[in-house]
């Protein structure tokens, strides 16, 4: 099976900076990668599919890079909302893996 | 507007059965692979299960596997997860979503529904 893993597991950034959140597939999955965001009881919300590819309704502060192995999800100028946690997910062959997650914090 | 609401969970003993559905509206729900995912409280998202559009082919998680059986019935329009031999570390809410067409992932997903699995 393929493992993800995903850095940090916590990161702590104010209102305008920017981030970078990265995960490692433990083989090559091609651009098969999503970034989800969720927050306290609620669903995980999709962002980013096909490693780079904006979800509809998705501000285009986020963005998301790579290929094989490694990806990260870059938000250009974090706001308010977006203090959440963050998911990768690899969606290669017939089964699919998440990331442990990352909690975004307010510094 | 595309819905999927889950029910069916609750609690439930050490080696009891439960099964969730997950009901679906506002897509053609015959034409998407469906998957259910879990979170244990205060943890993150692991993936439970899938099956495609038709039903044919199923796949699991190496710790549900044999004790789970993922299902659908398109002329209702709803999945199921038939839950087997229940473990304390099941306790879970369990989450149902829908796998986009092409190259997307889950694009939609339910509110979730609770198990709890103690004596």
């Known amino acids: 099976d393929i493992q993800m893993a995903q850095s940090p597991s916590t990161l702590s950034a104010s209102v305008g900076d920017r981030v970078t959140i990265t995960c490692r597939a433990s083989?090559?999955?091609?651009?098969?990668l999503a970034w989800y965001q969720q927050k306290p009881g609620k669903a995980p919300k999709l962002l980013i599919y096909?490693?780079?590819s904006l979800e509809s309704g998705v501000p285009s502060r986020f963005s998301g890079s790579g290929s094989g192995t490694e990806f990260t999800l870059t938000i250009s100028s974090l706001q308010p909302d977006d203090f959440a946690t963050y998911y990768c997910?690899?969606?290669?062959?017939?089964?699919?893996?998440f990331g442990q997650g990352t909690k975004l914090e307010i510094k | 507007e595309v819905q999927l609401v889950e029910s069916g969970g609750g609690l439930v003993q050490p080696g009891g059965s439960l099964r969730l559905s997950c009901a679906a509206s506002?897509?053609?729900?015959?034409?998407?692979?469906m998957h259910w995912v879990r979170q244990a409280p205060g943890k993150g998202l692991v993936w439970v299960s899938r099956?495609?559009?038709?039903?044919?082919?199923?796949s699991y998680a190496d710790s549900v596997k044999g004790r789970f059986t993922i299902s659908r019935d398109n002329a209702k329009n709803t999945l199921y997860l038939q839950m087997n031999s229940l473990r304390a570390e099941d306790t879970a809410v369990y989450y149902c979503?829908?796998?986009?067409?092409?190259?997307?992932?889950?694009?939609?997903w339910g509110q979730g529904t609770l198990v709890t699995v103690s004596s």
């Open positions: 979503a829908r796998e986009g067409g092409g190259e997307v992932a889950f694009d939609c």
């Open positions: 506002g897509l053609t729900f015959s034409s998407y692979w």
């Open positions: 997910q690899q969606y290669n062959g017939y089964s699919r893996t």
């Open positions: 083989q090559g999955i091609n651009s098969w």
């Open positions: 099956i495609t559009n038709d039903g044919t082919g199923t």
């Open positions: 096909k490693a780079s």
